[in-house]
């Protein structure tokens, strides 16, 4: 493995990263607000179902990401109007969504397109394209490494890529810089003092989730219309549960989400990569020692190096007035 | 457990009156797997099979769609009483079930695909997946000009292991020095699924240099076969043929003709030929194959035509004995 095979391998890392990313940062809002989201899974694939499908309709990739957050938004507000209205077990909405979505979207599919509970393949402007950053070509025919590390590395990717890494630093100022954020936090610490104060808990909670269902519209979008170019049934396989997992061990924080989500993504490539490669002094390692390395991996991080993950205390509880 | 007790008892009362009912009546029936009718690959070939059988004798066929696992027992129970026969079900998830309705309906005939059920009354289709995927290796190794070729499935699995065995011994009948990349997308049968990450292996054999890749992963193949167009180069189709999924980027498909098991189990029975046990479809009896049409008329020269053709004759003819994975778990080459 050379210098390019490694800038190839995060390339990949970043990629597989991308829709991690944004269900971790959605579930963040979430979260912090006090309102388990266990649910990331099921808006990821409806939002992937209801991208795909508009942008095979109407030929363009960004009405299909507009029904891909209006989906998720949906499917969001009604697990906010579960666990904040009906003051339900939050837990039990958010699989019941999963459920919901894995479901509706294969019957839907199926009714309207007619290729097995998938949609049609899409290409051109019913796809996110790559962007070429500017000079990317010069940089890396002139300047060593960090050319090479911009033209592929940075250059290249679709639009939602950076999207994705660019809603990091805003969740970042959002919750740590902004008024809404400071009281996210307080809902989802101590929801008394706010409503103490005259503001109201179940607002502030259905505007957080809101929020999760913009970033988790924006996920599935770029499953199925920029990573990939079909909707394919039960297509997220996991990923809403790995970013929940992510979250939990950046600690409900947003620039470690980051760093974890793109961990895992080069835990993945890396994986790929390995298979069937003869190593020196071991020789050639079985396929099922490589892809359960990303497993072991993380059991020893998270076991090994994150220490206490403390949620906000609030969480999973619905907030209920004393009368 | 009483009621239960009960419950199966009663329902198999009115099964056997149902049967005696409509004995006089045979008509054959096929029961598709779960990924539906028009799937594009495996059950919309049993389809045109069953569409074959209609075409060539003018009689009719009863056929139904599954919504989820837990209908089959019902399903096939259902066909049977009727007196439906032979009942055609494709796919290995049919295996348990059929086990089960084969021994309460004797005189009623039965098939799977792909499966093997050992019942009196069940006739088992198999194919030689490994000769077909020996031609369409000896295409890819024709076709490649890097020297490096791809193989992608969905995980370790037998039947997909035979896929790439048959798919390296072909490419190294033409090259014997060819590199072959040869990839696991997941761990269980997710992997059928997760066409992301089949995109993204696919990538991965790419930037190594493959310029041929032969996906055989189910719905999740196709993000890999994309990523080889997005890239200009090839790749190959596998079951039904996927020629027309990207013209100009796709070399070939091993087709398995699950049409022709179909509509030959439904004729058998109408000729009274019919016959139990199982059948193993390979390239003598064009069972299997690579795709040839007009998607990828432009990609194969009359050389590779040729050559092909040559190799399909070697192996009828036990020239070329193409190994099976599945009969030892092993591949002799890698």
């Known amino acids: 493995m050379d210098f390019s095979d490694i800038i190839l391998v995060l390339d990949s890392s ?10 971790a940062l959605a579930g963040l809002y979430s979260e912090r607000s006090g309102v388990v989201d266990i649910g990331l899974e099921g808006k990821l694939l409806g939002a992937a179902f209801a991208a795909a499908a508009a942008a095979a309709v109407t030929g363009s990739a960004w009405i299909g990401l507009g029904a891909g957050i209006v989906v998720s938004i949906s499917m969001a507000m009604i697990h906010a109007f579960a666990s904040v209205n009906m003051r339900g077990n939050q837990i039990i909405s958010g699989v019941a969504l999963n459920f919901l979505a894995l479901g509706v979207t294969v019957v839907l599919a199926e009714a309207w397109f007619r290729r097995g509970g998938n949609t049609p393949n899409l290409s051109g402007d019913q796809r996110f394209g790559s962007i070429d950053l500017p000079f990317a070509a010069e940089a890396q025919a002139n300047i060593p490494f960090v050319g090479e590390i911009y033209a592929q590395l940075i250059s290249g990717h679709n639009i939602l890529v ?21 009281r996210v936090r307080a809902v989802g610490e101590n929801p008394t003092a706010l409503d103490t104060a005259g503001m109201s ?30 909707f394919t049934d039960n297509m997220t396989a996991g990923r809403g549960f790995i970013a929940l997992a992510a979250l939990i061990f950046a600690k409900w924080r947003p620039w470690q989400a980051m760093f974890t989500c793109l961990l895992f993504g080069f835990l993945s490539a890396m994986q790929i990569r390995l298979q069937g490669v003869e190593f020196p002094l071991i020789g050639e390692v079985p396929v099922q020692a490589i892809q359960a390395l990303p497993y072991i991996l993380t059991v020893i991080l998270l076991a090994g190096f994150v220490g206490r993950a403390i949620p906000p205390k609030s969480i999973g509880q619905p907030y209920v007035k004393e009368r | 457990m009483s009621i239960k007790k009960h419950m199966t008892a009663l329902a198999g009362g009115i099964a056997m009156v149902a049967v005696a009912s409509t004995a006089a009546f045979a008509e054959p029936a096929l029961i598709y797997d779960a990924a539906g009718k028009f799937d594009k690959s495996f059950n919309e070939m049993a389809f045109g099979g069953a569409e074959m059988y209609k075409e060539a004798t003018g009689n009719e066929y009863s056929e139904l769609e599954i919504q989820e696992d837990s209908q089959r027992e019902q399903a096939l129970r259902r066909f049977a009483s009727r007196g439906a026969s032979p009942v055609v079900v494709p796919g290995f998830t049919w295996a348990e079930p059929l086990n089960v309705v084969a021994q309460e309906f004797p005189d009623t005939h039965f098939a799977i695909i792909d499966a093997v059920v050992e019942q009196p009354n069940v006739r088992s289709v198999l194919f030689k997946e490994q000769e077909g995927s020996f031609l369409v290796g000896a295409l890819a190794a024709m076709k490649s000009e890097t020297g490096t070729i791809g193989y992608v499935t969905a995980f370790d699995f037998p039947l997909l292991q035979a896929f790439g065995c048959g798919y390296i011994q072909g490419a190294r009948a033409i090259n014997p020095d060819i590199e072959v990349l040869y990839n696991f997308i997941g761990t269980d049968f997710a992997a059928f699924n997760d066409v992301n990450t089949a995109g993204e292996v696919g990538i991965s054999q790419l930037e190594r240099g493959a310029d041929v890749i032969y996906a055989a ?9 994309q990523a080889a167009a997005d890239a200009g180069k090839y790749g190959i189709g596998v079951d039904s043929n996927q020629n027309y999924l990207f013209p100009g980027n796709m070399l070939t498909s091993m087709v398995k003709r699950v049409d022709v098991a179909v509509s030959d189990a439904f004729t058998d029975e109408m000729n009274g030929e019919w016959t139990s046990g199982v059948e193993v479809l390979g390239l003598a009896e064009e069972g299997v194959g690579a795709a040839m049409d007009e998607y990828n008329a432009d990609l194969i020269t009359d050389e590779m035509m040729t050559k092909v053709n040559e190799l399909r004759d070697q192996i009828i003819a036990g020239e070329i004995e193409v190994h099976d994975y599945r009969s030892d778990n092993s591949c002799p080459v890698s």
């Open chain 2, 217 to 225: 992963a189910g719905a999740a193949g196709e993000g890999a076969l």
């Open chain 1, 201 to 230: 808990v179940g607002w502030l909670r259905y505007q957080a989730i809101f929020v999760t269902g913009i970033l988790c519209g924006a996920g599935g979008a770029y499953l199925s219309t920029a990573q990939g170019a079909s």
């Open chain 1, 162 to 182: 950076y999207l994705a890494f660019l809603a990091v630093p805003i969740t970042a100022y959002v919750m740590f810089h902004t008024r809404f954020g400071l």
């Open chain 1, 14 to 23: 970043v990629r597989l990263a991308v829709p991690l990313l944004f269900a």
